[in-house]
């Protein structure tokens, strides 16, 4: 390398190691401080956290309830219906359904499929509770699989009818 590409080129190499030298500091920072958020993303995560916190809140309250009482009120038995149920979580905190049975009598039942684990939906489907996941069928009255790869029935939810008024029963 003669005197002239030497002083040409020992710039473009000062500059270029300053400049990859700032950029990694500057990710190093960012990794540091965290990516800068404008007002509204920063709202948004507030907003997120928030609900987290009451989510969790809520799960606690729902929890201490089931260690201290016997019995949850779940529903007014005039609000059950045939063909909807009423979501609901049980004393396990596990969702589950309550509806109105062929005999007017109140039908609660874990909606957890056998299957896989996944939600039954809420509507009847004709007249048959439907897990979507993987196409099980199970009856309404008594959780007994119909059709599809579920081959065990949804377990009943104990309950007792007081004043009426719809409560589940702690499992003893
Ligand atoms: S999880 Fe319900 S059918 Fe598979």
Redesign the pocket.
Known sequence: MNRRNFLIWVPVAIISFIAIAANLLNKLWNYIIGPKLTEEQEAKLIEKRIQNLERTAGLEKLREERLLKSKIFICDLKDLKKKEGISFVDFNLRPALAFKGTNYEPVLISSV?T????TVQNKLNKGRLL?P????YFELETGKPLE???KTPLPMIPFVVEDEKVYILKNV
């Open positions: 499929c299957h896989l684990g996944c897990c996941c993987h196409i099980s599809g790869p579920a």
